[in-house]
T-cell receptor, first 113, second 116 residues
Framework: QQPVQSPQAVILREGEDAVINCSSS?????VHWYRQKHGEAPIFLMI?????EQKGHDKISASFNEKKQQSSLYLTASQLSYSGTYFC??????????????FGTGTQLKVEL | NAGVMQNPRHLVRRRGQEARLRCSPM?????VYWYRQLPEEGLKFMVY????????ESGMPKERFSAEFPKEGPSILRIQQVVRGDSAAYFC??????????????FGPGTRLTVT
């Protein structure tokens, strides 16, 4: 089943913070976060593994709650470049060490001046 | 270090023709994935390949679609007898081998297929 993201869309003023949530009905092995701008490739942001710690770089961080089967992406002091659609992908381990990602419904984020 | 490369970036085909999409993974990456994205939707997994092996094709339509990753050369996604519903962006992603300890997937720029 496809993970559900919330909110569906959010508009921020530059410098504001945002939280994007990703919930799954299945037990999570890993969660992968991406940002995609219109007409472009998804850009990898970070991966969280079961049993791993909260990760972050610069002003973007994420958490992974295995019991609740959800992950949250935190954007602080947002910049215009943060605009885009954010997708979470839940990973299913495959034979050979690969990961099948099931992507969420997406969250459209727009940062304005 | 060059990223994932895909070509062509845009492809127009008439109904009934064949479409061939190519993907060269990042250097050192041995895992290739194909995803399809319909307009205004998220990405859907199609197939996962390693060199000369299809590992999981659970997301591939049963007919007209095939994929390969030969020992030499790029991975190919082939769509035979295309129909209008095949119009979409097709993304390839690659990830390092298992022993690298990382399973992050990096996406190519995609091929936008339009069927007329």
């Amino acid at each position: 089943q496809q993970p559900v993201q919330s909110p569906q869309a959010v508009i921020l003023r530059e410098g504001e913070d945002a939280v994007i949530n990703c919930s799954s009905s299945k037990a999570l092995y890993s969660v992968h976060w991406y940002r995609q701008k219109h007409g472009e490739a998804p850009i990898f942001l970070m991966i969280l593994l079961k049993g791993g710690e909260q990760k972050g770089h610069d002003k973007i961080s994420a958490s992974f709650n295995e019991k609740k089967q959800q992950s949250s992406l935190y954007l602080t002091a947002s910049q215009l470049s943060y605009s885009g659609t954010y997708f979470c992908g839940t990973g299913e381990e495959l034979t050979g060490g690969g990961n099948k990602l099931t992507f969420g419904t997406g969250t459209q984020l727009k940062v304005e001046l | 270090n060059a990223g994932v490369m895909q070509n062509p970036r845009h492809l127009v085909r008439r109904r009934g023709q064949e479409a061939r999409l190519r993907c060269s993974p990042m250097k050192g990456h041995s895992h290739v994935y194909w995803y399809r994205q319909l307009p205004e939707e998220g990405l859907k997994f199609m197939v996962y390949l390693q060199k000369e092996n299809i590992i999981d094709e659970s997301g591939m339509p049963k007919e007209r679609f095939s994929a390969e990753f030969p020992k030499e050369g790029p991975s190919i996604l082939r769509i035979q007898q295309v129909v209008r519903g095949d119009s979409a962006a097709y993304f390839c992603a690659s990830s390092p081998p298992l022993y690298a300890g990382s399973n992050e997937q990096y996406f190519g720029p995609g091929t936008r297929l339009t069927v007329t």
